[in-house]
């Protein structure tokens, strides 16, 4: 009896092991709170709702920025609502252009990339929540390298690449001592495999699409779809390469239940019940100039029909 | 007691073996995904033998596929889209730099016999691409996608490719262009030489929803109004020329994430109606057989996504005339149209390799 006691003591503590970074990371980077703060910008509303009950539908922010210590506090290159229904197996997608001018939560106008980098998670979320007229019951953040290395670590996506992406002016500053600098890159169309490193250029490249961020966030949307597929063949016993996989780039705001339930919800979502929104130009948008900076005004009228169809 | 303090010191490794077998075991439970690393084609065997020689690209590293085998061949580089001359002594194919690509011309063996293109420079803005290279049928010209001239009047500088040709034997300067590509939609891509001189190659623009699309254009000669030979709405690309220059094989994506593997009648100018050969995968970069009775091409295999190398037999030929589409054929209806007897199943060729689905395999 005894002998039994402590072979399940032993095999408990080889699980222990094992999970041990899950654990680690399950503190760290995971259930970040958010306190955010109340509005003091005029004209926007908060609207405040309890977060949502376990099986309940709930919105996510997910934030993408850069990690790379070129700013103390970085703009947000990519803002994406997503809502999920997990009853219904439906999920919404709404990217949010990074160079929409909107009145920030911690006060003043700005270009929406810079709410994260003025007030952290808690700005992006109020700003996005004032502004959108949606609740958000959890965040994301990924930088740029765990985007990396998370495809990486689920041995790179599979993508259509419609047309050649180009750019002379893509930014040089991952795993290089001068962050500023630039490079030229070429994704070639077809049907590909990609690694981290070409889906972040696919992904992050910006100036030779005609349809400008729009034409990016597509991209975006696309990439975090094949990201699901990957994820959705992934099991517990993953977990730990995967939390190491995102080590320091990576925060939220989900505990690790949910984190959890959502890798099992990713398996049973089906492609076609994936609703994805881009607020083009000119129905939703339109292009225009504030202060010597080139932003995107938004249509209010129109966004807020769209986010209230998709975000109720 | 002593007995008992034995059994107690004999236990522990007992446990510490148990503790670490469970560790070892969930290690073991991990999914495919993360588990699955690519192999070199030369650590595999082929599941199937295809006749003739094949040239792929696997992580910038060109392979040699003959007789069942992989060999590698070539210096290292960053090597891609090998292209055989006609008479299959030499093959041109792309090295790859930091913020360049150029052409080269090597023998069978992979040893460089020629740069063909230097478009590499200190200044960024400077530098160029250069891919897809194809030889013409007479074996005198090399035509290429090459990213010039750049568009300098829009906001920001605009980089685009363009179907260039130069002499085989000459030099970069000779090279001239032939296609004008849509601003700012990444251009005119997989050109191919045709015997009366004139190039098929794809273009990309996108329509006022913001829908990129890909069609197959039809061109007579340098920088004269090319042809579509189909629609928008199918979204063809990646042809690929029979031996005999009488069919197409294409892939369609039909504006979805999935596609289809097409072949069609080509007259020289114009398509016939398209039979669908593979529906609802991810096939890329078809190529022909030395015989023209069969199709190799690219599509993922597994969990892991990477793609192998499928070869497909083709059933009978046509018998439609491509005259009587006309241009733009490849419709829906056109489809339909087709009767023929269903393709038999693709074999898989290769198996737990990563070939480059960018680069279509050069086949004699």
């Known amino acids: 009896m005894l002998a039994l006691f402590c072979l399940m003591l032993s095999g408990t503590a080889g699980a222990a092991a094992y999970f041990f970074p899950v654990v680690v990371a399950g503190v760290g980077q995971t259930g970040q709170t958010v306190v955010v703060p109340p509005s003091r910008s005029p004209g926007s509303q908060a609207t405040p709702a309890p977060s949502a009950a376990p099986g309940s539908p709930f919105t996510v922010l997910l934030l993408g920025s850069d990690d790379d210590g070129k700013n103390k506090s970085p703009l947000t290159q990519s803002m994406i609502l997503i809502r999920v229904e997990p009853a219904t197996k439906h999920v919404t997608m709404l990217s949010i252009p990074r160079d929409l001018w909107v009145p920030l939560s911690t006060g003043g106008s700005a270009k929406i990339d810079a709410a994260y980098a003025y007030g952290g998670a808690a700005a992006a979320i109020a700003t996005v929540e004032r502004n959108f007229h949606v609740h958000i019951d959890e965040y994301a953040w990924v930088g740029l390298k765990g985007l990396i290395k998370l495809i990486d670590r689920l041995g790179g996506v599979d993508l259509l690449i419609t047309n050649p992406v180009l750019d002379d002016a893509y930014p040089d500053d991952i795993d290089t001592k001068f962050l500023y600098g630039y490079k030229r890159v070429a994704v070639l169309p077809g049907f590909q495999h990609l690694d981290g490193s070409h889906a972040l250029q696919y992904v992050r490249s910006r100036h030779n699409d005609v349809n400008g961020d729009f034409g990016r966030s597509a991209r975006q949307q696309q990439v975090l779809l094949a990201i699901k597929a990957k994820a959705s063949t992934l099991n517990a016993a993953d977990l730990p390469d995967i939390v190491d996989t995102l080590k320091g780039n990576f925060k939220t705001s989900m505990g690790l239940d949910r984190v959890r339930s959502l890798l099992g919800v990713a398996a049973a979502f089906d492609l076609a019940n994936i609703k994805q929104v881009v607020l083009y130009v000119p129905l939703y948008t339109s292009y225009g100039q504030i202060s010597g900076q080139s932003v995107i005004l938004p249509h209010w009228s129109q966004i807020l029909a769209v986010t209230k169809e998709n975000f109720p | ?364």
Not at chain 2, 30 to 39: D, I
Not at chain 2, 321 to 334: D, K, L, Q, R, Y
């Open chain 2, 1 to 364: 007691m002593i007995l008992r303090r034995v059994a107690v010191i004999l236990f522990v490794p007992v446990m510490l073996a148990f503790g670490s077998g469970v560790y070892l075991y969930l290690g073991t439970l991990k999914s495919k995904v993360v588990q699955e690393r690519p192999q070199l084609p030369t650590v595999t065997k082929p599941k199937f033998v295809l006749p003739g020689t094949m040239f792929v690209v696997q992580a910038g590293r060109l392979f040699k596929l003959e007789a069942g085998g992989f060999t590698e061949v070539g210096p290292a580089g960053d090597w891609s889209q090998p292209t055989l001359t006609p008479d299959h002594t030499r093959m041109v194919a792309v090295m790859r730099g930091g913020n360049s690509s150029d052409l080269y011309l090597l023998d069978l063996g992979g040893h460089i016999l020629k740069r063909l293109t230097k478009d590499d420079s200190r200044f960024l803005d400077s530098n160029h691409w250069a891919f897809y290279p194809r030889i013409s049928p007479d074996g005198a010209n090399v035509v290429y996608s090459f990213d010039s001239p750049k568009n300098l009047k829009g906001v920001q500088e605009g980089v685009d490719l363009s179907v260039w040709s130069m002499p085989l034997n000459g030099a970069q300067s000779q090279a001239r262009r032939w296609t004008d590509p849509y601003w700012y939609t990444g251009g005119d891509v997989t050109p191919i030489p045709l015997v009366s001189g004139g190039l098929l190659f794809v273009r990309h623009s996108i329509d006022p929803s913001t829908t990129v699309h890909s069609r197959i254009y039809y061109q007579s000669h340098a920088l004269a109004i090319a042809k579509p030979l189909t629609t928008e709405a199918d979204d063809c690309s990646q042809a690929a020329l029979s031996p005999d220059g009488t069919q197409l094989a294409m892939v369609c994506s039909h504006g979805k994430q999935t596609a289809t593997l097409e072949v069609a009648p080509f007259s020289g100018t114009t398509l016939g109606p398209a039979r669908v050969l593979l529906d609802g995968g991810l096939y890329a970069s078809p190529a022909w057989s030395p015989d023209g009775k069969a199709l190799a091409y690219f599509a993922p295999q597994g969990q892991a996504g990477h793609f192998q190398l499928w070869w497909l037999a083709l059933p009978v030929s046509p018998t439609t005339s491509p005259s009587a589409a006309g241009s733009a054929s490849t419709s829906a209806s056109a489809r339909a149209s087709s009767s023929l007897a269903p393709a038999p199943a693709p074999v898989q060729v290769t198996e737990g390799v990563d070939l480059s689905a960018t680069s279509p395999p050069a086949w004699y």
